[in-house]
């Protein structure tokens, strides 16, 4: 016969900094090899991560400076638009130009031009409505 379990309902810790920058020093060599397939210029791909060109340039060179918590949140939730698109499509090649053709979801905008606003929430607004379409939630 089941018995029923105890849940845990003890609050947790708060988290200030939940990635650390090691992590994110990875997050962002994988975005690179994103933005390549993706096809950005270094314009776009500094305004996605909300960083001058000139820095965003110089950390492809020589590796990441101190990642900022919104530059975090921006790591993460394009390593989840990354994730949903290669969930969605069995195709890579699929997915990495879906980010650039129109969508009736965005006012026929594409997803590039809506993350390309410059704000955290405009990436957020992709992630949030690829995570609908594969019913991540």
Not at 26 to 55: C, G, H, I, Y
């Amino acid at each position: 016969m089941l018995a029923l379990q105890p849940v845990d309902t003890a609050v947790t810790a708060f988290r200030p900094d939940p990635i650390t920058q090691d992590e994110a020093a990875a997050m962002f060599r994988a975005v690179l090899n994103l933005f390549a397939k993706w096809e950005l210029t270094d314009e776009q791909a500094a305004t996605l991560l909300d960083m001058p060109v000139r820095s965003y340039r110089r950390w492809k060179a020589e590796g990441p400076g101190r990642v900022s918590r919104d530059g975090r949140a921006r790591l993460s939730n394009l390593m989840g638009i990354h994730k949903a698109l290669r969930i969605i499509f069995s195709e890579a090649a699929r997915g990495y130009g879906w980010i650039r053709a129109a969508n009736d979801a965005f006012g026929g905008f594409s997803a590039l031009e809506v993350m390309l606003g410059g704000e955290l929430t405009d990436i957020m607004r992709v992630r949030r409505y690829l995570d609908a379409e594969r019913s991540g939630w």
